[in-house]
């Protein structure tokens, strides 16, 4: 099931990227853009398509290398055709000129997405050969131009982006979410690195606490609890938040995934389809934003949004791909959950795998499951890929232990323990392939 699982997911990046420049669509929609979030996930999961035999090396050598000349060429500035500024990039670019689309912001955390999946190449590609060569030192030397000092635009945290009309957005990575690796990789550059005291002022906002009687750091959509953890191993390893509560992140995943499934065994909000293998909110797509009367109870349900529990919103939305994120944490819960998801058939015209989302409450003409999301998403498929790959044999994982980058941006973070007590600084490339200072 899981060979299948994976396999689906990654013919996503096979099919759905410009092949000329390595951009990745968003989604599945005509017309529509590529997101960088994508672009990061499809470099990661490049490495295991070539360890899984879905993808020859020497494909997936081309097809990182065009992505990273492109975004290493690309125009960095605050003109309307620029792909980025600062060493961050835009949320959404055109699939075939690169510019930005939408007048979309300067993302912080998508841009770190994107850079972890570069890293995990350069991590990957070690190879003696001129391309692979090309691949390490051009991702490092992206690496280092990013400007992640700036991103803070004067305070402790880092903000959510920037536009050049506009300026720093008004929101900053504040509470626990997916911006652990963007902290972890903003800390351990070294060029424009945090400040000291960013990972500090961020872990500050965190909110500890016990839903039915499972105590855990607290973010109520599954991604959240994910995204980071595609790339970095937390076992074993504790910051000074984790160290004083006695667990760490992939244990407060484990907890986060726990408390979905116990969320819909109670289903508070009474929906037919919840229960111990049909559960799985996060951030996702929906039905649109409409209120039906259903069997006397008004509901209202929504488009894409960030769904959680306990406290929703919740419309009866449930996202496969989030459940199967999860595989690594709570295996015993995501395989007979994953098992029972294959009855609702809930594929498509495109070979993706399960579409994104879907919701029998919300009735469809004709469906007999209810909407279901038309569309796969980029940035869905990749976790797949890459969280069955970490269940199975940690690929991902290994390669960002022996990053110099993710080593030093945890230890300025604070994480000691377990495999990073015993990370080597062999960890620093060689003086070839060093971004310059």
């Known amino acids: 099931m899981l060979d299948g699982i994976q396999s689906d997911a990654f013919s996503y990046f096979l099919h759905e990227t410009n092949r000329a420049n390595g951009l990745v669509i968003d989604k599945t929609c005509p017309g529509w853009p590529a997101s960088i979030a994508a672009v ?3 470099l990661t999961a490049y490495p295991i398509g070539v360890e899984r035999s879905l993808i020859s090396r020497s494909e997936a050598v081309e097809r990182t290398l065009a992505t990273l000349r492109f975004f290493a060429s690309s125009k960095q500035g605050t003109g309307r055709d620029a ?19 939408w007048d979309c912001e300067l993302s912080t955390v998508d841009s770190a997405l994107l850079v972890a999946g570069m890293l995990t190449a350069a991590a990957y590609f070690d ?21 992640w000092r700036w991103a803070q635009d004067g305070g402790s945290t880092v903000t959510h982006g920037w536009k050049p009309e506009s300026g720093f957005l008004p929101y900053r990575w504040q509470g626990y979410d997916e911006a652990l690796v963007l902290y972890v990789l903003g800390l ?19 909110e500890w606490r016990t839903v039915y009687g499972i105590s855990f750091l607290h973010a109520a959509p599954l991604f959240t609890h994910q995204l980071s953890h595609v790339w970095i191993d937390f076992r074993g390893i504790r910051d000074a ?12 995943s484990r907890r986060a995934t726990l408390v979905q499934q116990q969320y819909a065994i109670r289903n508070p909000r009474g929906f037919a389809h919840y229960g111990e293998t049909c559960w799985g909110l996060t951030a996702s797509d ?11 109870v008004e509901r209202r349900f929504f488009d894409y949004l960030a769904r959680g ?22 295996p015993a819960i995501v395989l007979p959950t994953v098992s029972d998801f294959m009855r609702w058939k809930l594929g498509g015209v495109h070979r993706y795998g399960f579409k994104a989302t879907f919701n029998p409450t919300f009735e469809v003409a004709g469906l007999r499951n209810g909407w279901v999301s038309p569309w796969h998403f980029g940035i869905n498929e990749g976790p797949i890929v890459a969280m069955i790959d970490n269940f199975r044999s940690g690929l991902v994982w290994r390669l960002l232990r022996g990053c110099p980058y993710v080593v030093a941006g945890l230890r300025a973070a604070g994480f000691t323990g377990g495999w990073l007590a015993d990370a080597a600084s062999r960890a620093s490339p060689s003086a070839a392939e060093s971004p310059s200072r």
Do not use: C, Q
């Not at 190879?127 to 400007?147: F, K």
């Open 40 to 42: 990061g996930v499809g």
């Open 83 to 101: 792909t980025g500024y600062k060493g961050f990039y835009y949320h959404f670019l055109d699939l075939e000129s690169g510019a930005r689309v």
């Open 127 to 147: 190879g003696t050969s001129p391309d692979e060569r090309e691949i390490r030192e051009t991702a490092h030397r992206l690496y280092a131009r990013v400007d």
């Open 188 to 206: 351990g550059s070294p060029t424009h690195a945090l400040s000291a005291d960013s990972y500090r002022a961020w872990a500050s906002t965190y």
């Open 241 to 252: 938040f984790m160290r004083e509560h006695g667990i760490d992140y992939f244990i407060n």
């Open 286 to 296: 929906g039905p649109g934003d409409v209120t039906r009367v259903l069997d006397g």
């Open 309 to 330: 529990a306990p406290e929703g919103p919740d419309d009866g939305t449930i996202a496969p791909w989030a459940v199967i994120a999860s595989l690594p944490f709570a």
